[in-house]
């Protein structure tokens, strides 16, 4: 694994790796790969971008009924995370939060001492492979309703961060939180189905129209996914 270049996103998105060890090793191995180094209180964080600042978003999405293209510096914190793939990271003081998409397109990894968005680092800096879990083939990615089969990784004590959760660093420690609520998963009424349905609806018209408000150039793309059929009737019917 120490043979393997690490070739930093050059895209929409930016490498970070924040951890709890105070520790010279993983510094001086994430500075020589072109990391900046923030150390707070409790954490130090490495990002491949100084321009970023303590707060900012890795990918793009709709946050605050906006469309935002990262990597981008944020001078807020948002109230509410929609649509997309992507990471918003906040820095603060004594508290590291980062927080995915809700369906968690943009894959997180954490462990007791770590959180990071690309898993390369995570080896180059634990150097510990979860040798059971390298050869078992449910680490790949399920074809059923195309989720994980385990949240493992063959990284010793990493796993991926479950959609719909968000890590944080707090008082030295990581944490993992759940966002949704029990609620959630339980059966509605009729009526309370198709008023998701009209939310729904309503929700794709939004995200349209903050991409289009954007000022950045749109491509549409048209798939024939059985979703995308039930998405578009939706919006026929309630638009």
């Given at each position: 694994?120490?043979?393997l270049?690490?070739?930093?996103?050059?895209?929409?998105?930016v490498?970070?790796?924040i951890?709890?060890q105070n520790?010279?090793?993983?510094?001086?191995?994430?500075m020589?790969l072109?990391?900046?180094?923030?150390?707070k209180?409790g954490?130090?964080?490495y990002i491949w971008n100084?321009?970023?600042?303590d707060?900012?978003?890795?990918?793009?999405g709709?946050?605050?009924s906006?469309?935002?293209?990262?990597?981008?510096?944020?001078?807020f914190?948002?109230?509410n995370?929609?649509?997309?793939?992507?990471?918003f990271?906040?820095?603060?003081?004594?508290?590291a939060l980062?927080?995915?998409?809700?369906?968690?397109?943009?894959m997180?990894?954490a462990?007791?001492?770590?959180?990071?968005?690309r898993?390369?680092?995570?080896?180059?800096?634990i150097?510990?492979?979860?040798i059971p879990v390298?050869?078992?083939s449910?680490?790949?990615?399920?074809?059923?309703?195309f989720?994980?089969?385990?949240?493992?990784t063959?990284?010793?004590?990493?796993?991926?961060?479950?959609?719909?959760?968000?890590?944080?660093?707090?008082?030295?420690?990581?944490?993992?939180?759940?966002?949704?609520l029990?609620?959630?998963?339980e059966?509605?009424?009729?009526?309370?189905?198709?008023?998701l349905?009209?939310k729904?609806?309503?929700?794709?018209?939004d995200n349209?129209?903050?991409?289009?408000d954007?000022?950045l150039?749109?491509?549409a793309?048209?798939?024939g996914?059985r979703?995308s059929?039930?998405?578009f009737w939706?919006?026929?019917?309630?638009?």
């Amino acid at each position: 694994m120490e043979e393997l270049s690490f070739i930093p996103y050059s895209d929409s998105r930016v490498d970070f790796l924040i951890t709890t060890q105070n520790n010279e090793y993983i510094r001086n191995t994430l500075m020589s790969l072109g990391a900046n180094e923030i150390k707070k209180s409790g954490y130090t964080a490495y990002i491949w971008n100084n321009r970023l600042g303590d707060r900012f978003l890795s990918g793009l999405g709709v946050l605050d009924s906006k469309f935002y293209l990262g990597p981008r510096r944020m001078n807020f914190l948002p109230s509410n995370f929609g649509a997309g793939n992507y990471v918003f990271v906040d820095l603060s003081s004594h508290t590291a939060l980062v927080q995915p998409d809700p369906f968690g397109m943009n894959m997180i990894y954490a462990s007791d001492e770590f959180i990071s968005n690309r898993l390369h680092l995570l080896a180059l800096v634990i150097k510990k492979i979860n040798i059971p879990v390298s050869f078992s083939s449910t680490y790949n990615n399920g074809g059923f309703s195309f989720s994980l089969n385990t949240f493992d990784t063959p990284i010793e004590g990493v796993k991926i961060l479950p959609a719909g959760a968000r890590a944080k660093i707090l008082n030295g420690k990581v944490q993992i939180e759940q966002v949704y609520l029990k609620s959630d998963f339980e059966e509605k009424s009729p009526t309370e189905y198709w008023n998701l349905i009209r939310k729904g609806a309503q929700e794709v018209i939004d995200n349209v129209t903050a991409i289009l408000d954007s000022g950045l150039p749109v491509v549409a793309d048209l798939s024939g996914g059985r979703d995308s059929r039930v998405v578009f009737w939706c919006i026929d019917c309630f638009w």
